[in-house]
Protein backbone atom coordinates (compact mmCIF):
# COMPACT_ATOMS: atom_id res chain seq x y z
CA UNK A 1 0.00 0.00 0.00
CA UNK A 2 1.08 3.30 -1.46
CA UNK A 3 0.97 6.60 1.19
CA UNK A 4 2.04 10.01 0.04
CA UNK A 5 2.94 12.47 2.83
CA UNK A 6 4.30 15.42 1.53
CA UNK A 7 6.69 15.17 -0.96
CA UNK A 8 7.44 11.44 -0.05
CA UNK A 9 5.86 8.25 -0.65
CA UNK A 10 6.09 5.53 1.18
CA UNK A 11 5.21 1.69 0.94
CA UNK A 12 3.25 0.88 4.25
CA UNK A 13 0.94 -1.84 5.13
CA UNK A 14 -2.72 -1.23 6.67
CA UNK A 15 -1.18 -1.65 10.19
CA UNK A 16 1.54 0.95 10.02
CA UNK A 17 -1.05 3.66 8.27
CA UNK A 18 -3.29 2.98 11.27
CA UNK A 19 -0.09 3.45 13.40
CA UNK A 20 0.56 6.44 11.21
CA UNK A 21 -3.14 8.45 10.96
CA UNK A 22 -3.34 7.49 15.10
CA UNK A 23 0.07 9.95 16.01
CA UNK A 24 -1.14 12.18 12.97
CA UNK A 25 -4.95 12.62 14.91
CA UNK A 26 -3.07 13.22 18.47
CA UNK A 27 -0.69 15.98 17.16
CA UNK A 28 -1.94 19.37 18.32
CA UNK A 29 -0.66 21.71 15.61
CA UNK A 30 -1.23 23.56 12.29
CA UNK A 31 -1.34 21.56 9.11
CA UNK A 32 2.13 22.54 7.45
CA UNK A 33 3.75 21.39 11.35
CA UNK A 34 1.99 17.71 11.44
CA UNK A 35 3.07 17.41 7.67
CA UNK A 36 6.91 17.86 8.43
CA UNK A 37 6.32 16.05 11.75
CA UNK A 38 4.98 12.98 9.52
CA UNK A 39 7.45 13.23 6.91
CA UNK A 40 10.47 13.29 8.99
CA UNK A 41 8.81 9.96 10.97
CA UNK A 42 7.82 8.46 7.75
CA UNK A 43 11.69 8.93 6.70
CA UNK A 44 12.99 7.74 10.26
CA UNK A 45 10.55 4.28 9.21
CA UNK A 46 12.08 3.56 6.06
CA UNK A 47 15.61 4.36 7.26
CA UNK A 48 14.52 1.63 10.13
CA UNK A 49 13.52 -0.79 7.74
CA UNK A 50 16.43 -0.36 5.39
CA UNK A 51 18.59 -0.97 8.58
CA UNK A 52 16.80 -4.58 8.69
CA UNK A 53 14.42 -3.76 11.63
CA UNK A 54 10.78 -4.83 10.62
CA UNK A 55 7.59 -2.94 11.30
CA UNK A 56 6.21 -4.39 14.60
CA UNK A 57 10.14 -3.53 15.89
CA UNK A 58 10.10 0.05 14.48
CA UNK A 59 6.60 0.69 16.29
CA UNK A 60 7.58 -0.98 19.26
CA UNK A 61 10.84 1.28 19.66
CA UNK A 62 9.26 4.07 18.79
CA UNK A 63 6.05 3.34 21.58
CA UNK A 64 3.02 3.78 21.38
CA UNK A 65 1.09 6.49 19.29
CA UNK A 66 -0.10 8.21 22.38
CA UNK A 67 3.49 8.68 23.06
CA UNK A 68 4.95 9.16 20.04
CA UNK A 69 2.62 12.24 20.07
CA UNK A 70 3.09 13.52 23.16
CA UNK A 71 6.98 13.82 22.42
CA UNK A 72 6.58 15.98 19.30
CA UNK A 73 3.77 18.46 21.44
CA UNK A 74 6.13 18.40 24.23
CA UNK A 75 8.65 19.31 21.71
CA UNK A 76 6.30 22.30 20.03
CA UNK A 77 5.43 23.42 23.47
CA UNK A 78 1.52 22.12 22.86
CA UNK A 79 -0.71 21.45 26.41
CA UNK A 80 -1.66 18.07 27.32
CA UNK A 81 -4.39 16.95 25.65
CA UNK A 82 -6.94 16.51 28.85
CA UNK A 83 -8.09 13.52 30.85
CA UNK A 84 -11.44 12.16 30.23
CA UNK A 85 -11.89 11.54 34.16
CA UNK A 86 -12.58 15.02 34.47
CA UNK A 87 -16.08 14.42 33.39
CA UNK A 88 -17.07 12.42 35.79
CA UNK A 89 -17.36 15.86 37.92
CA UNK A 90 -19.70 17.10 35.04
CA UNK A 91 -21.98 14.10 35.42
CA UNK A 92 -22.00 14.44 39.36
CA UNK A 93 -23.67 17.94 38.45
CA UNK A 94 -25.81 16.89 36.82
CA UNK A 95 -27.03 14.06 39.07
CA UNK A 96 -26.88 16.85 41.95
CA UNK A 97 -29.34 18.70 39.63
CA UNK A 98 -31.80 15.79 38.91
CA UNK A 99 -31.99 14.88 42.35
CA UNK A 100 -32.13 18.29 43.66
CA UNK A 101 -34.76 19.74 41.11
CA UNK A 102 -36.36 16.88 39.80
CA UNK A 103 -38.81 16.39 43.07
CA UNK A 104 -39.04 19.71 43.27
CA UNK A 105 -40.41 20.50 39.60
CA UNK A 106 -42.74 17.00 39.93
CA UNK A 107 -44.28 18.45 43.29
CA UNK A 108 -44.78 21.71 41.22
CA UNK A 109 -46.90 19.89 38.50
CA UNK A 110 -48.87 17.40 39.89
CA UNK A 111 -49.19 18.50 43.81
CA UNK A 112 -52.28 20.06 44.96
CA UNK A 113 -51.34 22.24 48.51
CA UNK A 114 -54.61 23.68 50.59
CA UNK A 115 -54.11 27.27 51.38
CA UNK A 116 -56.97 28.50 52.26
CA UNK A 117 -60.93 26.63 53.09
CA UNK A 118 -64.28 28.47 52.20
CA UNK A 119 -67.54 27.01 52.38
CA UNK A 120 -70.53 29.45 50.52
CA UNK A 121 -74.33 28.60 51.24
CA UNK A 122 -77.14 29.32 53.04
CA UNK A 123 -79.67 27.23 55.68
CA UNK A 124 -81.92 26.78 52.52
CA UNK A 125 -79.90 26.39 49.54
CA UNK A 126 -77.10 24.00 48.27
CA UNK A 127 -73.65 24.25 50.15
CA UNK A 128 -70.11 24.74 48.05
CA UNK A 129 -66.80 24.12 50.02
CA UNK A 130 -63.85 25.55 47.49
CA UNK A 131 -60.25 24.80 48.30
CA UNK A 132 -57.24 27.61 46.61
CA UNK A 133 -53.77 26.05 46.14
CA UNK A 134 -50.29 27.47 47.39
CA UNK A 135 -47.20 26.88 47.36
CA UNK A 136 -45.15 24.23 48.33
CA UNK A 137 -42.91 24.75 50.88
CA UNK A 138 -39.56 22.32 50.34
CA UNK A 139 -35.37 22.59 50.60
CA UNK A 140 -33.93 25.52 48.50
CA UNK A 141 -31.29 24.66 46.04
CA UNK A 142 -28.75 26.83 47.37
CA UNK A 143 -28.37 24.57 50.07
CA UNK A 144 -26.62 22.68 47.08
CA UNK A 145 -24.98 25.08 45.51
CA UNK A 146 -21.52 23.53 47.22
CA UNK A 147 -21.97 20.79 45.19
CA UNK A 148 -21.68 22.11 42.11
CA UNK A 149 -19.10 24.96 43.09
CA UNK A 150 -17.36 21.77 44.04
CA UNK A 151 -17.89 19.80 40.48
CA UNK A 152 -16.90 22.86 38.70
CA UNK A 153 -13.61 23.26 40.67
CA UNK A 154 -12.72 19.57 39.87
CA UNK A 155 -13.15 20.00 36.16
CA UNK A 156 -11.18 22.92 35.47
CA UNK A 157 -8.13 21.55 37.42
CA UNK A 158 -4.92 22.23 35.34
CA UNK A 159 -3.68 18.51 36.26
CA UNK A 160 -6.19 17.16 34.28
CA UNK A 161 -4.55 18.44 30.37
CA UNK A 162 -0.54 18.38 32.72
CA UNK A 163 0.36 16.70 35.61
CA UNK A 164 3.33 18.76 36.37
CA UNK A 165 0.90 21.69 36.34
CA UNK A 166 2.65 24.92 38.31
CA UNK A 167 -0.18 27.49 37.29
CA UNK A 168 -3.83 27.35 36.44
CA UNK A 169 -4.63 26.52 40.08
CA UNK A 170 -6.63 30.06 40.39
CA UNK A 171 -10.04 28.84 38.89
CA UNK A 172 -10.25 25.82 40.87
CA UNK A 173 -9.15 27.25 44.44
CA UNK A 174 -11.42 30.14 44.29
CA UNK A 175 -14.84 27.76 43.25
CA UNK A 176 -13.83 25.55 45.96
CA UNK A 177 -12.94 28.39 48.47
CA UNK A 178 -16.52 29.80 47.55
CA UNK A 179 -18.07 26.37 48.47
CA UNK A 180 -16.46 26.01 51.75
CA UNK A 181 -18.26 29.05 52.92
CA UNK A 182 -21.26 27.29 55.03
CA UNK A 183 -18.52 25.11 57.10
CA UNK A 184 -18.27 28.97 59.00
CA UNK A 185 -21.27 28.78 60.86
CA UNK A 186 -20.57 24.89 61.86
CA UNK A 187 -16.89 25.84 62.54
CA UNK A 188 -18.54 28.49 64.80
CA UNK A 189 -20.99 26.21 66.37
CA UNK A 190 -18.47 23.61 66.92
CA UNK A 191 -16.27 26.38 68.68
CA UNK A 192 -19.14 27.55 70.80
CA UNK A 193 -19.92 23.94 72.07
CA UNK A 194 -16.52 23.34 72.71
CA UNK A 195 -16.06 25.95 74.95
CA UNK A 196 -19.69 25.17 76.98
CA UNK A 197 -19.65 21.35 76.60
CA UNK A 198 -15.77 20.67 76.94
CA UNK A 199 -17.19 16.60 76.71
CA UNK A 200 -19.59 17.39 73.28
CA UNK A 201 -17.75 18.56 70.53
CA UNK A 202 -16.56 14.95 69.88
CA UNK A 203 -20.84 14.16 69.39
CA UNK A 204 -20.74 16.81 66.87
CA UNK A 205 -17.58 16.09 65.16
CA UNK A 206 -20.26 13.15 63.23
CA UNK A 207 -22.87 15.79 62.74
CA UNK A 208 -20.87 18.40 61.11
CA UNK A 209 -19.35 16.05 58.63
CA UNK A 210 -22.61 14.80 57.82
CA UNK A 211 -23.96 18.03 57.09
CA UNK A 212 -20.86 18.99 55.15
CA UNK A 213 -21.37 15.45 52.59
CA UNK A 214 -25.05 16.73 52.57
CA UNK A 215 -24.56 20.42 51.22
CA UNK A 216 -21.47 19.90 49.51
CA UNK A 217 -18.92 21.44 51.45
CA UNK A 218 -16.45 18.18 51.62
CA UNK A 219 -16.44 18.05 48.27
CA UNK A 220 -15.27 21.37 47.75
CA UNK A 221 -12.63 20.55 50.75
CA UNK A 222 -11.10 17.76 49.30
CA UNK A 223 -10.50 19.96 45.66
CA UNK A 224 -9.27 22.68 47.48
CA UNK A 225 -6.81 20.41 49.48
CA UNK A 226 -5.63 18.43 46.42
CA UNK A 227 -5.47 21.54 44.79
CA UNK A 228 -3.01 23.62 47.10
CA UNK A 229 -1.01 20.17 47.79
CA UNK A 230 -0.61 19.19 44.17
CA UNK A 231 0.09 22.78 43.39
CA UNK A 232 2.77 22.35 46.09
CA UNK A 233 4.53 19.25 44.80
CA UNK A 234 4.86 20.19 41.44
CA UNK A 235 6.25 24.02 42.29
CA UNK A 236 9.19 21.90 44.62
CA UNK A 237 9.46 18.87 41.88
CA UNK A 238 10.14 22.34 39.35
CA UNK A 239 12.63 24.15 41.38
CA UNK A 240 14.85 20.81 42.28
CA UNK A 241 14.97 19.97 37.98
CA UNK A 242 16.34 23.82 38.25
CA UNK A 243 18.78 23.57 40.53
CA UNK A 244 19.82 20.09 39.00
CA UNK A 245 20.54 22.18 35.35
Given at each position: ???????????????????????????????ATR?????????????????????????????????????????????????????????????????????????????????????????????????????????????????????????????????????????????????????????????????????????????????????????CAV???????????????????????
Amino acid sequence: MKWKIGNKTVDILPPVKRYMNAIERRLRADRATRARIMTELAGDFESRREAGQSDDQIMAELGTPDEVAAQFNAALGAPGRPSRWRWAFVALAVLVLAVVLGPDLVNRLTATHAASLGIIGGADGPTAIYVTAGPAAGISPLVFLPWLLGCAAGFWLPTWRNPHACKGFAPSLLLSGLGLLPLLPLAVLLTASCMHHSGDWVSMVPIILGLSAYCGTLLCAVVFCRALWVRHRNRKAAGQDAEKK
